[in-house]
Antibody, heavy 118, light 112 residues
Framework: EVQLLESGGGLVQPGGSLRLSCAASGFTFSSYAMSWVRQAPGKGLEWVSSLSDSGGSTYYAGSVKGRFSISRDNSKNTLYLQMNSLRAEDTAVYYC???????????WGQGTLVTVSS | DIVMTQTPLSLSVTPGQPASISCKSSQSLLHVDGETYLYWYLQKPGQSPQLLIYELSSRFSGVPDRISGSGSGTDFTLKISRVEAEDVGVYYCMQGLHLPHTFGPGTKVDIK
C-alpha cells in the first residue's frame, strides 16, 4: 500500500523559511517522479513542483520559482520542499504526491498546513 | 498556461440518479503520442484528493465502473451513472499535457 506522510508545516512569518518532508513507503521510491501540490484554505488545487525519479530534473510553478526548491533522498525514501521568502499567499495545505509512470499525480498524502502570518 | 474550466460548479443529485460534470481546456490536450492527458480527481470532505480517471478515460485502481471519463481535444466529461452517498465531494479535472499542470476550479457534488 502506497503511503505518503508529510511533515514540517507550521506557522512562519513573512519572509521566513520552512522545509517540508514527505516520507514514502509501499512502492519503489527511486523509480517514480514526485510532486508537491497545494491548496489554500477553502480554495482549489495548485500544482507547485515536480521532480524526476533520479532528482536530476526539477520543475516549478511560476509563483514559487526562485523561492522554493524540491529535492529527494532516494536512500531515505523522502521528498523535500525547501520554501524560502515565504509570503502570505503561500498559506496552504501542501500535499506530497507520488506520480504515475506518466509523471502525473497519482497517490496523495494527507497534507501538511503551512501558515504564513505575522 | 492552459486554463481549465468546469461546469457546473455545484451539483445536487438524488441517489441512484446520474450526474455529469463538464471540463474544458484552453487548448487541446491530445499529445503526439496519441494520449489525451486529462485527469479527474475527487476530494472527499476532509480528505486529500484521490485519482479517479487518468489519460481521459482509464479508471484508476478501485474506481467503480459507474464512474467514467470521456471527451476529446478540449471538451471532457465525467459521468457517474448512479450516484451513491460515497460520491460526495469536490471533483477536479487537471491537464497533464504541459507544465505547469493546471486544475479546474472544482465541482462540488452533494446528495439531495
Amino acid at each position: 500500500e502506497v503511503q505518503l506522510l508529510e511533515s514540517g508545516g507550521g506557522l512562519v512569518q513573512p519572509g521566513g523559511s520552512l522545509r517540508l518532508s514527505c516520507a514514502a513507503s509501499g512502492f519503489t521510491f527511486s523509480s517514480y517522479a514526485m510532486s508537491w501540490v497545494r491548496q489554500a484554505p477553502g480554495k482549489g488545487l495548485e500544482w507547485v513542483s515536480s521532480l524526476s525519479d533520479s532528482g536530476g530534473s526539477t520543475y516549478y510553478a511560476g509563483s514559487v520559482k526562485g523561492r522554493f526548491s524540491i529535492s529527494r533522498d532516494n536512500s531515505k525514501n523522502t521528498l523535500y520542499l525547501q520554501m524560502n521568502s515565504l509570503r502570505a499567499e503561500d498559506t496552504a495545505v501542501y500535499y506530497c504526491a507520488k506520480d504515475s509512470v506518466a509523471a502525473r499525480p497519482e497517490y496523495w498524502g494527507q497534507g501538511t498546513l503551512v501558515t504564513v502570518s505575522s | 498556461d492552459i486554463v481549465m474550466t468546469q461546469t457546473p460548479l455545484s451539483l445536487s443529485v438524488t441517489p441512484g440518479q446520474p450526474a455529469s460534470i463538464s471540463c474544458k481546456s484552453s487548448q487541446s490536450l491530445l499529445h503526439v503520442d496519441g494520449e489525451t492527458y486529462l485527469y479527474w480527481y475527487l476530494q472527499k470532505p476532509g480528505q486529500s484528493p484521490q485519482l479517479l480517471i487518468y489519460e481521459l478515460s482509464s479508471r484508476f485502481s478501485g474506481v467503480p465502473d459507474r464512474i467514467s471519463g470521456s471527451g476529446s481535444g478540449t471538451d471532457f466529461t465525467l459521468k457517474i451513472s448512479r450516484v451513491e452517498a460515497e460520491d460526495v465531494g469536490v471533483y477536479y479535472c487537471m491537464q497533464g499535457l504541459h507544465l505547469p499542470h493546471t486544475f479546474g476550479p472544482g465541482t462540488k457534488v452533494d446528495i439531495k
